[in-house]
């Protein structure tokens, strides 16, 4: 049981826009500034989203975050077959005193 | 260019000990923490560890609090992850992250770029 909710598992069309949501608590995204990162497949996760709505260079802005109080949500816009990619969101917990992954959502693009 | 790049994992014995390496090149390394975290086959990802920038603060998950120990050497640019008491449940990929600031508490933080990973197999 991750202490940040993912669904597992999202899907879109080509063009399509589709978003991922991210709940949490006070202790974590209602203090800190979130974070998303994308794993595709067979690699290693790579940083999507920074400070809650911030591209980091490279990254098309059909990505982009949001927050709001202790939820966040990463929006994928134009959904092209290259984002069929797992998206996890993180963010730092102080009652945990440690980083706090969601459990990650599986993105199929249809 | 920043470039991580981790050594050490194996197949281990339930109860046996292993260490990670992480050697990183292409940054100031005493300026920023960090991190451990790890994806068992087919699961999501577990931070595992940080450390800070100057060494002085560690954090670890609860999962292997008291088990693992994260150091680091500033004149090899080196993290390491000593991991005893290992469990069939530590069987994961561990990545190396390097954090955004100085210490993991800090605001404004995030992991960029990761290694590429090593395998621990816990397995009689």
């Known amino acids: 049981q991750s202490v940040l909710t993912q669904p597992p598992s999202a899907s879109g069309t080509p063009g399509q826009r589709v978003t991922i949501s991210c709940s949490g608590s006070?202790?974590?995204?209602?203090?800190?500034?979130v974070n998303w990162y994308q794993q595709l497949p067979g690699t290693a996760p790579k940083l999507l989203i920074y400070n809650n709505n911030q591209r980091p260079s490279g990254v098309p802005d059909r990505f982009s975050g949001s927050t709001s109080g202790t939820s966040a949500s990463l929006a994928i816009s134009g959904l092209q077959s290259e984002d069929e990619a797992d998206y996890y969101c993180a963010a730092w917990d102080d009652s945990l005193d440690g980083w706090v992954f969601g459990g990650g959502t599986k993105l199929t693009v249809l | 260019e920043v470039q991580l790049l981790e050594s050490g994992g194996g197949l281990v014995q339930p109860g046996g000990s292993l260490r990670l390496s992480c050697a990183a090149s292409g940054f100031t390394f005493t300026t920023y923490a960090m991190s451990w975290v790890r994806q068992a086959p087919g699961k999501g990802l577990e931070w595992v560890s940080a450390i800070s920038g100057g060494g002085g603060n560690t954090y670890y998950a609860d999962s292997v609090k008291g088990r693992f120990t994260i150091s680091r050497d500033t004149s090899k640019n080196t993290v390491y992850l000593r991991m005893n008491s290992l469990r069939a449940e530590d069987t994961a990929l561990y990545y190396c992250?390097?954090?955004?600031?100085?210490?993991?508490?800090?605001?404004?933080?995030?992991?960029?770029?990761w290694g590429q990973g090593t395998l621990v197999t816990v397995s009689s």
């Open positions: 992250a390097k954090e955004n600031r100085g210490d993991s508490t800090y605001y404004n933080n995030w992991f960029d770029p």
């Open positions: 006070s202790s974590n995204i209602g203090s800190y500034t």
